[in-house]
């Protein structure tokens, strides 16, 4: 499995905006290239949940219903990272946030957590 790691959580007012990246931990020589990457949340006492997936390529995305429209996932693979731009933040949205991976190209047409390998996770916090 690709180790994975997030940055750029953070504090942020309601309204405001953040974006995360997603890239391979550490001097792996791994590569994101071949492998859809997914984002999850988990908020306290809450059940983690898909929030938006990407396909190898690029050309096929999925996001969830609470976040269509306001937040956008993409990747560069020239640099091995994925992004989420998280736009019109809510209280609701914070949570700590994941980014995750296996050895499939396209993104399942369900978003469960059961994807193989997992980033530590990235606290994001929207203040009312």
């Known amino acids: 499995q690709v180790p994975v790691a997030e940055s750029g959580g953070g504090l942020v007012q309601s309204g405001g905006s953040l974006r995360l990246s997603c890239a391979v931990s550490g001097a792996s020589g791994f590569t994101l290239d071949y492998f859809a990457v997914a984002w999850f949340r988990q908020a306290p006492g809450k059940e983690r949940e898909g929030v938006s997936c990407?396909?190898?390529?690029?050309?096929?995305?999925y996001y969830a219903d609470s976040v269509k429209g306001r937040f956008t996932i993409s990747r560069d693979n020239t640099k091995n990272i994925v992004y989420l731009q998280m736009n019109s933040l809510k209280p609701e949205d914070t949570a700590v946030y994941y980014c995750a991976t296996d050895h499939f190209s396209r993104c399942p047409s369900v978003l469960e957590p059961d994807f193989g390998s997992w980033g530590p996770g990235t606290q994001v916090t929207v203040s009312s």
């Open positions: 990407i396909s190898n390529s690029g050309d096929s995305t």
